[in-house]
């Protein structure tokens, strides 16, 4: 067993290179040179113990993010409750450590994993259905290290992101935990998640993600920057951030911007939701393929030549906009987008912006319901987004992420009041007014603004993350 985990170490990988679950309760650890120890599941917790001092006397190992170790650890935890068992004592015994942070995430069942060998796909499952599949920092950490592995693996041919469940592909980020966090815990979340996001930009290999549920926040930067984004007559598309004290992020910078007629800019003020055949419409979505063939395209896809993902898509898609709209009523029509358009262009500031929605609100009910839907957002948020957008139309994505980096850890760690009452508001107070701070965008400044865009108080992206 010395020999094997030194020889593990000698490799850098770390102590527990292979857990998985072994017949008869036996627990089996390999290490370097195929070497291999068995232990039953009444000994883990001593096993652990007794070789505390011996790993106290080693210098740090980095984790051994491999190929290898993502398909053990992918096929072997989901499935088998007694390896999720084992962690938890290993945690026990070294005081709460876990293996590693980048593999919490696959050993809680948060995200799952299966590698289709015969034809190199690899599904990730967002699997948190309870929580609409809400992203965790522990999610977010194990998908930035791991999609550049499996963009490099040639065992890997292309890469398939659902949701679990029959609501949501994802409904954004734990916002819940993330208001009750310290400033360490906001910066690790974001960091993580915008490196993420950034990574789904750069794979080289096809990435999908199906959106048969609800897209939001943070389920719209695992999926819009990657190649492949897939629709159905259940698709409902937001950035909702304002109303919550935050701000359209994960991208969104860029995304919006690029978006047609200034529609970007009527999103997330608004935080409208988007059909399926809305999103098909706006370039949001690639593909529009009826929920009913969701199912049977998966197959395929878990079959067929990996790199001829695209081709599956085209067989399942429709082949119009007008057979998405048959199934998937439009919430933005042509003449509403070109309505927004003309009352939303030529404006220097937020509040010349809303006095030219106020004064079409008196002839048209559209615009009367779009400016009282604005003033019950955060006038902060507000200003956020006038200013991140047009600051974002001359921005590369890897830019946009830097620059809401500190936004977000402004708003969320350093001057918390907006995004906790609208958290409050939201989600535990539910009905209640919240109390912004400015109340209203009348009372926005430039200097209050320029706050969060510089957020003195905190770090750049680049002091917790590498982007290149």
Same mark, same amino acid.
């Given at each position: 067993?010395?020999?094997?985990?030194?020889?593990?170490?000698?490799?850098?990988?770390?102590?527990?290179?292979?857990?998985?679950?072994?017949?008869?309760?036996?627990?089996?650890?390999?290490?370097?040179?195929?070497?291999?120890?068995?232990?039953?599941?009444?000994?883990?917790?001593?096993?652990?113990?007794?070789?505390?001092?011996?790993?106290?006397?080693?210098?740090?190992?980095?984790?051994?993010?491999?190929?290898?170790?993502?398909?053990?650890?992918?096929?072997?935890?989901?499935?088998?409750?007694?390896?999720?068992?084992?962690?938890?004592?290993?945690?026990?015994?070294?005081?709460?450590?876990?293996?590693?942070?980048?593999?919490?995430?696959?050993?809680?069942?948060?995200?799952?994993?299966?590698?289709?060998?015969?034809?190199?796909?690899?599904?990730?499952?967002?699997?948190?259905?309870?929580?609409?599949?809400?992203?965790?920092?522990?999610q977010v950490t194990c998908l930035c290290e791991y999609l550049p592995i499996l963009d490099a693996s040639p065992e890997c041919s292309a890469v398939l992101v659902v949701g679990a469940g029959e609501k949501a592909f994802c409904a954004g980020g734990d916002i819940k935990t993330l208001s009750q966090g310290t400033a360490a815990e906001v910066s690790n979340f974001f960091s993580k998640e915008y490196l993420m996001d950034l990574r789904t930009s750069e794979m080289k290999k096809p990435y999908a993600c199906v959106w048969n549920g609800i897209v939001m926040g943070g389920g719209v930067g695992i999926s819009n920057h990657g190649r492949f984004r897939i629709a159905t007559e259940k698709t409902m598309w937001a950035m909702p951030e304002t109303g919550i004290g935050l701000f359209p992020d994960v991208g969104a910078s860029f995304l919006l911007p690029r978006l047609p007629r200034h529609v970007g800019m009527y999103l997330g003020l608004t935080g409208a939701r988007?059909?399926?055949?809305?999103?098909?419409?706006?370039?949001?979505?690639?593909?529009?393929?009826?929920?009913?063939?969701?199912?049977?395209?998966?197959?395929?896809?878990?079959?067929?030549?990996?790199?001829?993902?695209?081709?599956?898509?085209?067989?399942?898609?429709?082949?119009?906009?007008?057979?998405?709209?048959?199934? /998937?009523?439009?919430? $933005?029509? =042509? +003449?509403? #987008?070109?309505?927004?358009?003309?009352?939303?262009? &030529?404006?220097?500031?937020?509040?010349?912006?809303?006095?030219?929605?106020?004064?079409?609100?008196?002839?048209?009910?559209?615009?009367?319901?779009?400016?009282?839907?604005?003033?019950?957002?955060?006038?902060?948020?507000?200003?956020?987004?006038?200013?991140?957008?047009?600051?974002?139309?001359?921005?590369?994505?890897?830019?946009?992420?830097?620059?809401?980096?500190?936004?977000?850890?402004?708003?969320?760690?350093?001057?918390?009041?907006?995004?906790?009452?609208?958290?409050?508001?939201?989600?535990?107070?539910?009905?209640?007014?919240?109390?912004?701070?400015?109340? /209203?965008?009348?009372? $926005?400044? =430039? +200097?209050? #603004?320029?706050?969060?865009?510089?957020?003195?108080? &905190?770090?750049?992206?680049?002091?917790?993350?590498?982007?290149?």
């Amino acid at each position: 067993l010395f020999q094997c985990l030194s020889q593990a170490h000698k490799e850098q990988s770390t102590w527990c290179c292979c857990i998985a679950a072994g017949e008869s309760g036996l627990f089996v650890l390999q290490g370097g040179g195929n070497r291999t120890a068995r232990i039953n599941s009444a000994m883990s917790v001593l096993f652990c113990r007794s070789l505390s001092p011996f790993f106290s006397r080693l210098p740090a190992a980095p984790p051994s993010l491999s190929m290898e170790r993502l398909q053990r650890i992918g096929n072997h935890v989901p499935a088998q409750r007694s390896t999720r068992l084992f962690a938890s004592s290993v945690a026990a015994a070294f005081g709460g450590a876990s293996s590693s942070p980048e593999e919490a995430a696959i050993h809680s069942g948060e995200l799952q994993i299966d590698h289709f060998k015969a034809n190199g796909l690899v599904k990730l499952t967002l699997n948190r259905p309870k929580g609409l599949n809400a992203l965790t920092t522990d999610q977010v950490t194990c998908l930035c290290e791991y999609l550049p592995i499996l963009d490099a693996s040639p065992e890997c041919s292309a890469v398939l992101v659902v949701g679990a469940g029959e609501k949501a592909f994802c409904a954004g980020g734990d916002i819940k935990t993330l208001s009750q966090g310290t400033a360490a815990e906001v910066s690790n979340f974001f960091s993580k998640e915008y490196l993420m996001d950034l990574r789904t930009s750069e794979m080289k290999k096809p990435y999908a993600c199906v959106w048969n549920g609800i897209v939001m926040g943070g389920g719209v930067g695992i999926s819009n920057h990657g190649r492949f984004r897939i629709a159905t007559e259940k698709t409902m598309w937001a950035m909702p951030e304002t109303g919550i004290g935050l701000f359209p992020d994960v991208g969104a910078s860029f995304l919006l911007p690029r978006l047609p007629r200034h529609v970007g800019m009527y999103l997330g003020l608004t935080g409208a939701r988007l059909s399926g055949s809305d999103v098909l419409r706006l370039g949001l979505a690639t593909h529009f393929v009826p929920s009913s063939q969701i199912g049977q395209m998966i197959e395929v896809l878990q079959t067929e030549n990996g790199m001829e993902m695209e081709k599956v898509l085209q067989r399942f898609a429709v082949k119009s906009f007008q057979e998405a709209e048959a199934i /998937s009523p439009r919430s $933005l029509s =042509d +003449e509403t #987008i070109k309505d927004i358009d003309q009352i939303l262009a &030529g404006h220097g500031d937020l509040k010349a912006m809303m006095k030219a929605m106020r004064t079409a609100g008196e002839t048209s009910e559209f615009w009367k319901k779009t400016v009282a839907t604005i003033e019950k957002k955060c006038p902060t948020s507000c200003g956020i987004v006038f200013r991140q957008i047009a600051e974002g139309k001359q921005k590369s994505l890897a830019e946009c992420l830097k620059m809401e980096f500190k936004i977000a850890t402004a708003c969320a760690a350093y001057s918390p009041h907006n995004f906790r009452e609208g958290v409050r508001v939201t989600l535990v107070d539910k009905g209640d007014t919240p109390k912004w701070d400015p109340a /209203s965008i009348e009372e $926005l400044t =430039d +200097e209050h #603004i320029d706050k969060y865009f510089a957020c003195p108080d &905190g770090e750049p992206l680049e002091s917790f993350v590498s982007l290149s």
